[in-house]
């Protein structure tokens, strides 16, 4: 069974208001340790996160530039001059937030971050309040699973499950992620598919492919 993002979400998460201050926000960060924070409205709705990079336009400035320091406010994305000169949470934060739901594979909070480029994913439920908050490390952290869990998901939910084969008819080894799988499958044309079904497996870093098929096949 796949994990969700609330299997692996953080639930303690310290957020700010939109009316948050900008030294309330770099004091906050730095006594928690942490490189952002989600930014709730009025209704405690996530409307944005505001981070460690929104926060170092204010290092910049407001003010027009030449050379090196020009490069920074000049790339072209919007509202970097809006947050050099912005003082609170909602002129500092980037957006509308990118946020996933709890029920959400872990899978599709990695091709999120991926796709938008974004280190952690607010986590809101059907009513957009704030559940957690989902990062890097956090999607990261179903390649823990032990390399037995693995092998067993692959015998019974894949071979024998997803693909109704025989799972006494393949032997598979699991070291450190890594499934090297042997045995005859029925055709050619379910070889693939298998292996790339394994591939995709939880916590599977890489498959090594000894399988075989009836040479008339």
Do not use: W
């Not at 050099?84 to 946020?99: E, K, R």
């Not at 996933?100 to 990695?110: N, Y």
């Not at 704030?130 to 390399?147: E, K, M, T």
């Amino acid at each position: 069974m796949k994990s969700n993002v609330e299997d692996v979400m953080t639930r303690n998460v310290v957020a700010v208001r939109e009316t948050a201050g900008y030294k309330s926000i770099v004091a906050a960060m730095r006594r928690r340790g942490v490189s952002a924070f989600p930014v709730l409205d009025t209704a405690d709705h996530v409307v944005g996160v505001v981070s460690e990079a929104d926060l170092l336009f204010k290092e910049v400035g407001p003010e027009p530039f030449t050379g090196p320091a020009r490069s920074v406010l000049a790339t072209g994305r919007r509202g970097e001059r809006a947050k050099a000169a912005a003082v609170t949470a909602a002129g500092l934060m980037s957006t509308p937030a990118i946020t996933i739901g709890p029920g959400k594979s872990v899978a599709d909070a990695a091709r999120l971050m991926c796709a938008r480029r974004v280190k952690r994913l607010p986590v809101i439920d059907d009513d957009g309040s704030l559940a957690g908050i989902v990062s890097r490390v956090d999607v990261l952290s179903v390649f823990d699973r032990p390399d037995e869990q693995i092998r067993d998901d692959v015998l019974k939910n894949i071979v024998a499950g997803e693909f109704a084969l025989n799972p006494l008819a393949f032997d598979v080894a699991v070291k450190s992620g890594i499934v090297t799988i042997t045995g005859q499958v029925e055709r050619r044309a379910i070889a693939p598919d298998l292996i790339d079904a394994i591939r995709h497996a939880e916590g599977v870093v890489d498959v090594r492919d000894r399988t075989s098929y009836p040479p008339q096949d």
